[in-house]
């Protein structure tokens, strides 16, 4: 059935993902809680999210489950609030950085993690076989509304961790008229920092459209014209962060780890003086932590097992290059303004701005080629050659060069990246490599 991915089930709203499938991903979920069961319900912008709202609410409160409703608030705004408000589990409504007319709908246990893939499975299994409890009239979930309460406690609790702590810079936030404009304008108001607000109408129809996380080149605009100190751009359902410092650079999630990492350090807060992050993360930041005596960790792409890798081996700081951060002190999951706040707590503690925090990170040419497959591949050196040529350029590259190859997760691709000082020398063996696989395929399909 394949209905979860790696990051909750995805389609386009009401075409591939529709109120019926919300509805029996309700059922299907009711039947793996707890009795009695509260799930606390949330929801970016976008213009369908009311709609997969009132599906899931329906599937829930017919299997007997109530539902708390927090309306438009961010994925981990919701993460928090499970635990907050007592709920037994969460639902989140967004499709985070993809476009308009995408929407997902991802589970959240008690603890604000994403239900491990066994959970979603069984899930599947009980949508396929119809297999749900159907209480009577009498033992119906209620719902309740919580739309002005929820976004506040979030926002209180982050007050309550940064009150006092950032720089006062003048600051540009690129909200992507997703879930942020309902949270971060306030709290940096709060915090009495002067933020200019870009895109902050919750126009669902607009969110993540030339604007936010994957348009960091607006608030980079923003931030030139203004003098600001300092930018972030927050995704639709603000989980990730890309910042630009005062110069217009863009500082992704590797730079913002190493700023955070160092800082932890420098607290003792780092324990055993690891990051954890994915194989995409740029062989530059690696080497500029070792410079810091900080190990660095890697785990396939995905802040699902960014999140289990620091779990499971006790590791306070850990993210992806696409702005995915996760601090242990205070979250479970990657949270776009706490991570934001954070930064600049680092850059006040460290009497520094943000370029120069991040100067001693010099990151290596990087270059990717996508080969398309006819069909999608899981164990890339099943390809003929591949792995002896890989070897072959791994060998060419040294210590100061890497290979990357790996099938996509969500299309019929197989990625190849490298990395390296000598961009001649990556270029000539990107070449080769993706000449190699080509041939391959062709030989085969004859």
Known sequence: MSLFGTDGARGIANQTLTAELAYAIAKGTARHLPRPARVLIGRDTRISGPLLEAALSAGFMESGVDVMLAGVVPTPALAYLIGAMKADAGVMISASHNPPQYNGIKLLDVAGRKWEP????????????????????????????????????????????????????KVVLDVGHGAAGRTAPAIFQALGIPA????????????????????????????????????????????????????????????????LARDLKANGKLPHNQVVA??????????????ENIELLRTPVGDRWVAQEMRS???????????????????????????????????????????????PLVRYPQILRNVPLAEPVRDWTAIPGLRKSV?????????????????????PLLRIMLEGRDVELINEWAHRLETGVRQALESAEA
Request: with cysteine; aromatic share 4%; hydrophobic share 45%.
């Open 118 to 169: 066994e959970a979603e499975a069984a899930v599947e299994q009980a949508i396929a076989d119809k297999d749900w409890p159907a209480p009577d009239a009498h033992h119906i979930g209620q719902q309740h509304a919580y739309q002005d309460a929820a976004p506040a406690i979030y926002q209180n609790r982050l007050l309550s961790i940064f009150a006092g702590r950032l720089p006062e810079w």
């Open 196 to 259: 200019e607000v870009l895109h902050g109408e919750p126009l669902g129809e607009l969110i993540n459209v030339d604007c936010g996380a994957t348009h960091p080149e607006k608030v980079r605009e923003a931030v030139l014209r203004s003098g600001a100190a300092i930018g972030l751009s927050f995704d639709g359902d603000a989980d990730r962060v890309i910042a630009v410092d005062a110069t217009g650079r863009i500082v992704d999630g590797d730079e913002i780890l190493y700023v």
């Open 278 to 291: 994915t194989v995409m993360t740029n062989l530059g930041m690696q080497r500029a932590l070792e410079e």
């Open 313 to 359: 081996r006790g590791v306070a700081l850990g993210g992806e290059q696409s702005g995915h951060v996760i601090l242990k002190e205070w979250t479970e999951t990657g949270d776009g303004v706490l991570t934001g706040l954070a930064l600049m707590a680092a850059l006040g503690e460290m009497g520094c701005t943000l370029e120069e925090a991040v100067a």
């Open 391 to 411: 070897a072959e350029a791994e060998a060419a590259l040294g210590e100061d060069g890497r290979v990357l190859i790996r099938p996509s997760g969500t299309e």
